[in-house]
């Protein structure tokens, strides 16, 4: 299974924009790469994917190196609600498992 | 609203009970998983299902039990061999037609064997 590597946490001020990074160095050509968060005693929530373009939807903005190997999820404007564990994962084709490593704790100060 | 409703939130169980957690989901979606995580950790798959009355072990299935007798249920069984069962359990769905499909998650169930 391709793996990804995470700081453990990162710290951000509030309104201030928050670059997550995320190594995976062994990344197969088919493999998406997936970010999702999680807060505090929920479910993960699903924020954003790609493949090899730069991606940008209402939460995040992804963005893939050229060689793939790392990418950066992108919070614009962090606010106190994006405190969390953001997991940075890698889903290939045809395959359903999909694993979770221990992501990256954000704390956003106000 | 679509979404993923695990039940309950909170169980409490002796040890030696086996425990069903319930997890359904009206997104019709084919695939759906059960992951475990311990204080701090991230997320193990204990099972998945690509489809109806069919599933597949995780990375730590031991001590666990699924059925998918319906599309949009897949109940899961802590048993009695489960050696630290004391954990949040979630469950997630996706679309199983497009590997890139995201998985919709619940609120998970906080499980607590003593």
């Known amino acids: 299974d391709a793996k990804t590597t995470q700081p453990n946490s990162m710290e951000s001020n509030e309104e201030e924009p928050v670059h997550l990074p995320c190594n995976h160095s062994?990344?197969?050509?088919?493999?998406?790469i997936h970010w999702y968060r999680q807060l505090p005693s929920q479910g993960p929530e699903y924020v954003i994917h790609?493949?090899?373009s730069n991606v940008n939807n209402r939460m995040a903005s992804l963005a893939i190196a050229e060689d793939r190997k790392s990418s950066t999820l992108i919070l614009h404007r962090a606010t106190l609600r994006d405190a969390a564990v953001y997991y940075c994962?890698?889903?290939?084709?045809?395959?359903?498992?999909?694993?979770f490593g221990a992501g990256t704790t954000v704390t956003v100060r106000a | 609203d679509g979404g993923i409703t695990q039940s309950p939130k909170y169980l409490f169980r002796k040890e030696g009970q086996n425990v069903t957690l319930s997890c359904e989901q009206n997104?019709?979606?084919?695939?759906m998983y059960w992951y475990r995580q311990d204080p701090g950790q991230g997320l193990r798959l204990i099972y998945y299902?690509?489809?109806?009355?069919?599933?597949q072990k995780g990375d730590i299935a031991e001590g666990y039990s699924v059925s998918r007798e319906k599309k949009e249920s897949f109940p899961l069984t802590v048993t009695s061999a489960q050696k630290n069962p004391t954990a949040f359990y979630l469950c997630?769905?996706?679309?199983?037609?497009?590997?890139?499909?995201?998985?919709?998650f619940g609120n998970g169930t906080r499980l607590t064997v003593t």
């Open positions: 997630a769905s996706s679309s199983g037609s497009r590997v890139a499909s995201p998985l919709h």
């Open positions: 790609g493949l090899t």
């Open positions: 062994t990344i197969s050509g088919t493999d998406y």
């Open positions: 994962i890698l889903r290939a084709s045809n395959d359903y498992k999909l694993s």
């Open positions: 299902s690509q489809i109806v009355n069919d599933f």
């Open positions: 997104l019709n979606h084919d695939a």
